[in-house]
Nanobody
Framework: QVQLVESGGGLVQAGGSLRLSCAASGSIFRISDMGWYRQAPGKQRELVAVITSGGSTNYADSVKGRFTISRDNAKNTVSLQMNSLKAEDTAVYYC??????????????WGQGTQVTVSS
């Protein structure tokens, strides 16, 4: 069974920083893309950032210049450094991974989410 577990969420004042981490574990052969999504109350889930196995990154326009996504392929982890946080960043943040299990079956997995609350 593959599992993604997020950590690092919490309450922070506007202008502050948080670092989210996600660890993938279980019967994993290889992880392709990893990303972070977020969903605010009453709104649709949106892509925040994605990083490929080769290290290429893409960001939502709303977070460019403030957030940085990174990964450690040896540890099957992905992180999101969030700086200059705004109240609009308040949401539940979800880790996502597109991977091959040890049986070479492709699957897309999601973490349970971690709450980020930014006070203004």
């Amino acid at each position: 069974q593959v599992q993604l577990v997020e950590s690092g969420g919490g309450l922070v004042q506007a202008g502050g920083s948080l670092r989210l981490s996600c660890a993938a574990s279980g019967s994993i052969f290889r992880i392709s893309d990893m990303g972070w999504y977020r969903q605010a109350p009453g709104k649709q889930r949106e892509l925040v950032a994605v990083i490929t196995s080769g290290g290429s990154t893409n960001y939502a326009d709303s977070v460019k210049g403030r957030f940085t996504i990174s990964r450690d392929n040896a540890k099957n982890t992905v992180s999101l450094q969030m700086n200059s946080l705004k109240a609009e960043d308040t949401a539940v943040y979800y880790c996502n991974a597109d991977l091959l299990g040890i049986n070479i079956v492709r699957g897309v997995y999601w973490g349970q989410g971690t709450q980020v609350t930014v006070s203004s």
